[in-house]
């Protein structure tokens, strides 16, 4: 009997306090996934890196074998300095001299990189002054790209995953939550063929050291604003129409982070996702569901799409992009 009652115990404190036990173990997970890409990377790069660091070695040793009046002090100086100048996307190569980093095009593709923290580092301010209004520029551009993206998404998202869906379920009578699940997989599968597979093929059409691998991996990088900066394309010198190329470069970043984010709503909109959310969320109180200090307008993917065009659509917690009803006249049928 005392053993009944203590699992019986053990089972209410545990339901009661699901939510801290499951975001525990989110965090375990979490950190487990941290741990596992580490030792993933460094065992997979680090043989490369060894490899590159001995050829370093001897084609410096090889360099000041041929030119005995140079010393390795003098050497060091001048590598230095040229490091310097590429970490700050100056080239000291004679095929690079033609190629300017802070011209109008460049710069456009420059601030679209800061705003939308995607920040390939490839090019930085090398003034005072612009390292200063990067600053101030930073602090109210991405809250006002943030705020931009937001409304961008709610309308699209509302023409190509809200009424899409509501039309079928209508339409054909199929149930919410399926008519959802299959639009948003198919709209994921057009979303990375159309700014994943067709651009990776062009830019390794138009960037000659590029294969595909290399050009998918660009735009995977970019559109997910992880921006490591080690691909960036219209660098090279003998690149054709450089002016253009930045200019359509920069908007095919801002529509495809449009279409990311349009897609990742469409996904956290879905019944079986937004339970699986709930699992590791504090469960709010009553006094604090009255208090609606962010309701509706906090920037997140989640929120996005929770107003509509005019007002706020009223959902039912099981069923998924349920939109609003249509108002009912007394002299004619319901308009819509």
Request: proline share 4%.
């Amino acid at each position: 009997m005392l053993q009944s009652l203590a699992g019986s115990s053990c089972g209410r404190l545990v339901e009661r306090h699901r939510s801290a036990w499951c975001f525990g173990l989110l965090v375990l997970g979490y950190l487990l996934y941290l741990v596992f890409g580490a030792v993933v990377f460094s065992s997979v790069e680090l043989p490369y890196e060894d490899l590159l660091r001995q050829e370093l070695r001897k084609l410096k040793r090889r360099f000041l074998e041929q030119h005995e009046c140079l010393s390795e002090a003098q050497l060091e100086r001048f590598l230095g300095r040229v490091l310097e100048a590429s970490n700050y996307g100056v080239s000291a190569l004679g095929n690079a001299s033609g190629s300017w980093n802070w011209d109008f095009t460049s710069a456009l593709f420059f601030a679209s990189t800061v705003l939308s923290t995607t920040g390939y580092g490839h090019t930085v301010p090398l003034s005072d002054g612009g390292k200063a209004f990067c600053i101030i520029y930073s602090i109210i551009g991405i809250p006002f790209t943030l705020l931009f993206l937001t409304a961008v998404v709610q309308r699209v998202t509302i023409h190509v995953t809200r009424r899409p869906v509501l039309y079928v379920h209508r339409r054909w009578g199929f149930s919410k939550q399926l008519v959802a699940l299959v639009h948003a997989v198919l709209l994921g599968v057009a979303t990375v063929s159309c700014f994943f597979f067709i651009p990776a093929a062009v830019f390794s059409v138009l960037e000659d050291d590029w294969n595909f691998l290399e050009s998918f991996y660009f735009c995977f990088i970019s559109l997910s604003t992880i921006g490591l900066g080690d691909y960036v394309p219209g660098e090279g010198y003998n690149q054709k129409f450089r002016e253009l190329y930045k200019l359509g470069i920069t908007c095919y970043l801002l529509l495809g982070l449009v279409a990311m984010l349009v897609v990742l709503e469409t996904f956290c909109e879905l019944h079986e996702l937004k339970k699986f959310r709930k699992m590791f969320y504090v469960k709010k109180d009553k006094d604090e569901d009255q208090v609606h200090i962010m309701e509706h307008d906090q920037l997140s993917f989640s929120s996005i799409t929770d107003q509509a065009a005019g007002g706020k659509e009223d959902q039912k917690p099981d069923e998924p992009f349920v939109g609003p009803e249509p108002p009912v006249h007394a002299d004619g049928p319901p308009q819509r």
